[in-house]
């Protein structure tokens, strides 16, 4: 950019270059003048200096190297300062802060989890001893059911042999008290039919005749 400007500021023609261009087409010589056109030297520079701008690249010019080793030192100097000093620290002390939080939270966690186990622990524990008292109380409740109901049966089957006994007494008296008049029922039964067939008979006579046929 400063080359191109340059280059135009040359290429237009100034008062004092339009006056000597005048006295020589007079004849006249100019004082301190060389014998040259200042018009074409103004165009020969101005394209010594286009060649140039355009011939290396600046950062790979070698007569540039040593400001740029300077400036790249100066930065990387700078840059280590700022990131020993500030950015560093800063970084560090919040990668602490995150740790410290990280551990407190893993030991919460921890602690929890150990309550929980012990939590877990004591209800497994409640529910055996639940469970054994269940049986023990299932097994007591199971042996007094079993000893009633074997009372009651004791109970029952006595009263039921104590009365069978006494159906028992009461069928042979009443069984022995009917064979006692089943003798006088056949007695009189007999002497009625032989009455009727015969005419009558002593009684007597009727009773031996039936015991004797019992017999």
Do not use: C
């Not at 286009?50 to 010019?61: I, K, L, M, Q, R």
């Not at 990131?83 to 560090?92: D, E, N, Q, T, V």
């Not at 009443?174 to 006692?180: D, I, L, P, Q």
Request: proline share 5%; no cysteine.
């Amino acid at each position: 950019m400063v080359t191109q400007a340059f280059a135009q500021e040359a290429e237009t023609p100034t008062e004092e270059n339009l006056d000597q261009a005048v006295d020589a087409s007079h004849g006249e010589p100019v004082p301190g003048a060389t014998g040259h056109d200042p018009v074409a030297d103004t165009h020969s520079t101005a394209e010594v200096h286009h060649e140039e701008a355009h011939g290396v690249f600046p950062p790979f010019d070698p007569a540039t190297f040593p400001s740029q080793l300077l400036w790249l030192a100066i930065t990387f100097g700078a840059l280590y300062l700022l990131m020993s000093r500030i950015a560093l620290p800063r970084i560090g002390g919040i990668l602490e802060k995150r740790k410290a939080l990280i551990d407190a939270d893993l030991a919460a966690a921890d602690a929890s989890r150990q309550q929980t186990d012990a939590a877990i622990a004591a209800y497994e524990s409640a529910l055996a001893a639940a469970r054994s008292n269940a049986q023990a109380i299932a097994t007591q409740t199971r042996e007094q059911i079993q000893a009633d109901l074997a009372g009651r049966r004791a109970a029952v089957e006595a009263d039921l042999t104590s009365k069978v006994t006494e159906a028992e007494a009461r069928i042979a008296a009443t069984k022995a008290e009917a064979m006692t008049h089943v003798d006088e029922i056949a007695a009189e039964t007999a002497q009625t039919v032989v009455t009727q067939l015969i005419g009558d008979v002593p009684a007597e006579n009727v009773r031996a005749a039936v015991a004797k046929a019992k017999e």
